[in-house]
């Protein structure tokens, strides 16, 4: 595997995506993006998998990618700003369809692969998360002696993350059954308890009606999750109009349009962690005519919420899809922990400086976030015992 | 006003507008058992708390689900009344009764059966409700097994052969009773079938095996206006002439309701057919109020919401819809404004968000004498905006009140035991069907909250003496 951290370092741009104000149930608030004029020449459609399975899906030579995938999107576009039609709307390929069944697995080649001349088939988010767990999945550069063999040689595999789906998350079925799309609506910001959990953005209007629905099969982080459970409800933003302004009929029109402004406000500030940070760091998956399917990674800041995910940008860098996922707390610290390392090549004692600690600190920091296995168990053992005499150690007694 | 009667007022009206509204089956937002347990519970504190207004509200235009439920717990709990107020109950039950459709009566005499419910007073109601219907033994075919209830429970003396029918049918070789020989002959004899209602000729139909379209042909003399409605299509479908393509005369908002189950194009096809029915229910409906409302606007909401649940399908919409031919009768100068669709109302269409502010907007712009909003009153596109621009509007450009607004809500919502208001300045009241909506507009002052509790009871009282002296609507009774 290749590190990912390579590709450049951008902002998203939301030209031509407006917020609109936001429908709430219990805690879960559902924020339109409205698209006033729709990119027609790139459309999106689901394909259905078979939702108990497990889909193995090749990545590399010698990396595959094991997760529930629920549906894959296809992308459709023209190479002459003509309009793209949506590929369910087509007779299918009969051998297509007609897929064996036998055990419950499937093998998917490659996250984003071409079907056909001008259509592209990719695991929605899980281009993202594989993109994440795939973060400096080579392991240390340099042998340093306190790693094992097993962590030089093999790397980080396996690596696993756990998620929830949308399912899973009380309120979230309910939100989005009874949420009203809006007519020119191409997107939508989901917050749960005031927390932005996920945003998606699709080209055209028609793509966000048959997609709206795979948002509940989708991933969601721990904190998503737990938010969910813990708060029952949010509170409703109430509008509010100046009376002392309004004298005639078109004073309130007035006041109207200036309440409505204040939701496409909202939304910069709720969604500031996504959209207003410029360090997110994008790699190029595939091209195809003027639009770029690629996956971001944020600068995993542990003290800021950080958002992994997948976009299709025009030439001009606008975007056509988007797709996020919130890393929880400990999936971010986890990040920066492996960036920091391999900032440093791997060794101990300058990343444990870089990161204000020292070796003993670093190391039992590694074992807590899941590390433990890739330094040498003398090491770690000796890092606990230190750690433990000194008093700073964990609270859980030692491994056995 | 003392704040005990200022509750009392909202207890009551609160109540009215869920009586009238909430059926116990599922609405958008909440699933049929929360609308049952948060309509149980409203009964159960309206029923200790105002008794006597409790009963009072079967004089009003609740709907059948709840008119029976007032019935069953008046009956339930009859040993907690005095003697006046027994015969007080007693004649509104009977009222109520007489004007409930037979199978719902039928489910109150097999829930007072359910629940042990046996005195000399509830046997005597139930036996006066039986006697006084038509034929017994039409209901004994096609209430069969609900009328043995009933027999059973009040101890009913039936006519001889109601009597055998019901309890003692395998032994008898031939009624004098007609349609009981019908009954008796559509078991063996296919022709026979087509003598009975056509609940009771459906089973036995598939029994012989008769196919859907001969069965239909057969039975099409037997149909009432609801099912020859309800099979219009399938009618259509299988090409049987006989059920008629002619609207029958059936209650505004049930035609407003089958106008939206139908498909546009279908819609568009029977455009001038549609309409005039739809004006001519309208009609029927307003009656001599017709053109007595002077200058009307309506904002009707056919956000998505309005699109109701599996089992009450558009609902809201067919409500709105409804309303709006009733205006349009009712007003001598009327505009319908819809929040999404344009164009003629006939083709309305449940989708998109619900930005009532800025259509309540462009409706007061035209200065009528009397804005009315059909809506379910969850106002999200942004949320309470209405409320803002209707309490802006009162306080800023129309002080005087020359606009009398009112918003009528077809749908319960059982997390705050009320219909969803838009805001304080504005009356909110549960509407069913639209055809009632003149009467309910009347209760609307009281909902403000302006009206004191002794004026809610005296137009209460009133409306208790207008419903036991009227004569019995005879389109139920039938």
């Not at chain 1, 309910?174 to 998606?200: K, N, S, T, W």
């Not at chain 2, 719902?104 to 097999?110: D, E, M, N, S």
């Not at chain 2, 042990?116 to 007073?121: D, K, S």
């Amino acid at each position: 595997m290749t590190s990912t951290g390579v590709g450049r370092r951008t902002g998203l741009d939301l030209t031509g995506l407006v917020a609109g104000p936001a429908q709430l149930w219990g805690a879960v608030r559902l924020q339109p993006l409205l698209r006033a004029v729709p990119v027609t020449d790139l459309r999106l459609h689901a394909r259905l998998y078979d939702p108990d399975d497990v889909s193995i899906v090749k990545v590399g030579p010698r990396a595959a990618y094991v997760a529930y995938v629920p549906h894959a999107f296809v992308a459709n576009w023209t190479t002459d700003a003509t309009p793209a039609a949506v590929y369910g709307t087509q007779l299918r390929d009969p051998d297509a369809t007609g897929q064996p069944r036998g055990i419950g697995l499937h093998f998917r080649r490659r996250m984003a692969r071409r079907d056909d001349k001008r259509r592209l088939r990719f695991l929605p988010l899980h281009l993202a998360l594989e993109g994440y767990l795939a973060l400096q999945f080579g392991g240390p550069a340099i042998a340093w002696e306190e790693w094992t063999r097993q962590a030089v040689t093999r790397g980080l595999s396996p690596r696993a993350e756990a998620a929830y789906t949308g399912v899973e998350v009380p309120g979230l079925a309910d939100a989005l059954r009874i949420f009203e799309i809006h007519p020119e609506q191409c997107g939508m910001l989901l917050y749960v308890a005031d927390a932005l959990a996920a945003a998606f953005v699709v080209p055209h209007p028609d793509d966000y009606r048959a997609l709206h629905p795979t948002v509940l099969h989708d991933l969601y982080g721990e904190l998503v999750y737990q938010y969910a459970h813990l708060y029952p409800a949010a509170p409703e933003f109430q509008t509010t109009l100046d009376e002392n302004r309004v004298h005639s009929v078109a004073d309130l029109r007035a006041e109207i349009d200036r309440s409505g402004a204040a939701w496409s406000e909202s939304a910069s500030l709720m969604a500031g962690g996504l959209f207003g940070t410029e360090r997110l760091s994008a790699e190029p998956v595939y091209r195809m005519g003027r639009f770029t399917l690629s996956r971001f990674l944020p600068a995993f800041t542990p003290e800021t919420e950080n958002h992994i995910g997948e976009s299709i940008t025009d030439e001009d860098g606008r975007l056509a899809y988007l797709k996020t996922f919130r890393l929880s707390a400990a999936q971010a610290r986890r990040g920066h922990l492996l960036g920091q390392l391999a900032a440093h090549d791997w060794s101990l004692d300058a990343t444990a400086e870089a990161l204000g600690t020292d070796r003993s600190g670093l190391a039992v920091r590694l074992d807590r976030s899941g590390f433990g296995h890739l330094l040498r168990p003398e090491i770690i053992d000796a890092c606990r015992n230190q750690a433990r005499r000194s008093g700073r150690g964990s609270a859980r007694p030692p491994a056995r | 006003m003392s704040l005990a009667d200022r509750i009392a007022c909202e207890d009551v009206v609160m109540f009215v507008n869920a009586a009238v509204t909430s059926t116990g089956q599922r609405e958008f937002r909440a699933d049929a058992a929360e609308q049952r347990m948060s309509l149980g519970f409203l009964h159960e504190y309206v029923l200790g708390n105002y008794r006597d207004l409790y009963a009072a509200t079967l004089a009003l235009d609740v709907n059948h689900f709840n008119g029976a439920l007032v019935v069953t717990n008046l009956l339930r709990t009859a040993n907690l009344a005095g003697p006046q107020r027994r015969a007080v109950e007693g004649r509104l039950i009977a009222a109520r009764l007489r004007r409930l459709p037979p199978q719902r009566v039928y489910r109150v005499f097999g829930e007072l059966r359910r629940l042990g419910v046996n005195n000399r007073r509830t046997r005597a109601i139930i036996r006066d409700w039986v006697a006084a219907r038509p034929d017994p033994a039409f209901d004994a075919v096609k209430y069969r097994r609900s009328l043995s209830v009933a027999a059973r429970h009040a101890h009913l003396s039936l006519p001889a052969e109601v009597g055998t029918v019901l309890f003692d049918w395998r032994r008898p070789k031939r009624y004098d009773t007609p349609i009981l020989e019908a009954w008796r002959r559509a078991h063996y004899e296919q022709r026979a079938l087509y003598e009975l209602p056509y609940t009771v000729a459906e089973g036995l139909a598939v029994r012989h095996g008769i196919s859907r379209a001969r069965f239909l042909t057969g039975i099409a003399p037997k149909l009432t206006d609801g099912e020859r409605l309800r099979l219009q299509t399938s009618a259509r479908r299988l090409d049987v002439a006989a059920v008629g393509t002619e609207l029958p005369r059936v209650p505004l908002t049930r035609l407003a309701s089958y106008v939206l189950s139908l498909s546009r194009p279908d819609r568009v096809r029977r455009r001038a057919e549609l309409t005039d029915a739809l004006r001519a229910a309208a009609r029927r409906a307003a009656g001599r109020q017709a053109g007595s409302w002077g200058r009307v606007v309506a904002v009707l909401d056919d956000s998505y919401s309005a699109s109701g649940s599996g089992v009450k399908r558009r609902r809201p919409l067919a409500v709105a819809l409804a309303t709006h031919y009733l205006l349009e009768t009712l007003a001598a100068d009327y505009t319908g404004l819809w929040l999404h669709h344009r164009g003629d109302p006939l083709l309305v269409h449940p989708i998109g968000s619900t930005g009532l502010g800025a259509r309540i907007v462009d409706g007061l712009e035209r200065r009528p004498d009397r804005l009315v909003v059909v809506s379910d009153g969850w106002d999200n596109a942004p949320s309470g905006q209405a409320a803002e621009v209707l309490r802006v509007w009162r306080t800023r450009l129309d002080p005087g009140e020359r606009t009398s607004i009112v918003h009528l809500n077809p749908v319960y919502d059982s997390d705050s035991f009320d219909v969803r208001r838009l805001g304080s300045t504005v009356a909110t009241v549960g509407v069913r069907d639209a055809e009632d909506a003149a009467a309910l507009v009347e209760l609307a002052r009281f909902a403000t909250g302006t009206a004191t509790f002794d004026e809610l009871r005296a137009h209460l009282a009133a409306r208790v003496d207008r419903f036991l002296a009227a004569p019995d609507d005879p389109a139920v009774a039938a």
